[in-house]
T-cell receptor
Framework: DAKTTQPTSMDCAEGRAANLPCNHS???????VYWYRQIHSQGPQYIIH???NNETNEMASLIITEDRKSSTLILPHATLRDTAVYYC??????????FGTGTSLTVIP | EAGVAQSPRYKIIEKRQSVAFWCNPI?????LYWYQQILGQGPKLLIQ????????DSQLPKDRFSAERLKGVDSTLKIQPAKLEDSAVYLC???????????????FGEGSWLTVV
């Protein structure tokens, strides 16, 4: 089962891009990478997901390396409201989502 | 579209008492999940239902935890008897499609906060 490794915490200046890395070196060919975030006292919120191609939506961009062993979530212009814990998850083929401890991102004014 | 509904939002019980949490998934969502989130940790999957059948309950402490989804819609998670270490947020989530589907997203409720004293 693919597991993910993320830095425990990161800081980012408001208005700058936040780049959150994730390692998933044991990922299988048909397993998707998902990103969620959790703001204190709320349930996790979906951000983006991808298989092998880079993805972009209104919230963020997801860059997946060619070997698929790592990915980076990019918040292009971080705001104070982006302060949260960000989880990188590899979705298992049985549709299970196993969370790690995530990265606590603090956006600094 | 209504999101995942959970109740109660907060509950305080004494150890050895029982508690039940209710979840109503997004309409039409076949898959339902229960997660336990202890303070400072990521959510831990307890059980996954596909319609009213269990897909994965490998991390559910079956000596004290039980869950059901009788009609393939609402679900109840029960803890009996509760221990101090059960203090956590219990998150319910749902998804439209099930295992084997290529693309899928799960949506979470706000959670039920349990304090065992």
């Amino acid at each position: 089962d693919a597991k993910t490794t993320q830095p425990t915490s990161m800081d980012c200046a408001e208005g700058r891009a936040a780049n959150l890395p994730c390692n998933h070196s044991t990922i299988s060919g048909n397993e998707y990478v998902y990103w969620y975030r959790q703001i204190h006292s709320q349930g996790p919120q979906y951000i983006i997901h991808g298989l092998k191609n880079n993805e972009t939506n209104e919230m963020a961009s997801l860059i997946i390396t060619e070997d698929r062993k790592s990915s980076t979530l990019i918040l292009p212009h971080a705001t104070l409201r982006d302060t949260a814990v960000y989880y990188c998850i590899v979705r298992r083929t049985g549709n299970q989502f196993y969370f790690g401890t995530g990265t606590s991102l603090t956006v600094i004014p | 579209e209504a999101g995942v509904a959970q109740s109660p939002r907060y509950k305080i019980i004494e150890k050895r008492q029982s508690v039940a949490f209710w979840c109503n998934p997004i309409s039409g969502h076949a898959t339902l999940y229960w997660y336990q989130q202890i303070l400072g940790q990521g959510p831990k999957l307890l059980i996954q239902f596909q319609n009213n059948g269990v897909v994965d309950d490998s991390q559910l402490p079956k000596d004290r935890f039980s869950a059901e989804r009788l009609k393939g819609v609402d679900s109840t998670l029960k803890i009996q008897p509760a221990k101090l270490e059960d203090s956590a947020v219990y998150l319910c989530a749902s998804s439209l499609v099930g295992p084997g589907q290529a693309r899928n997203t799960i949506y979470f409720g706000e959670g039920s906060w349990l304090t065992v004293v």
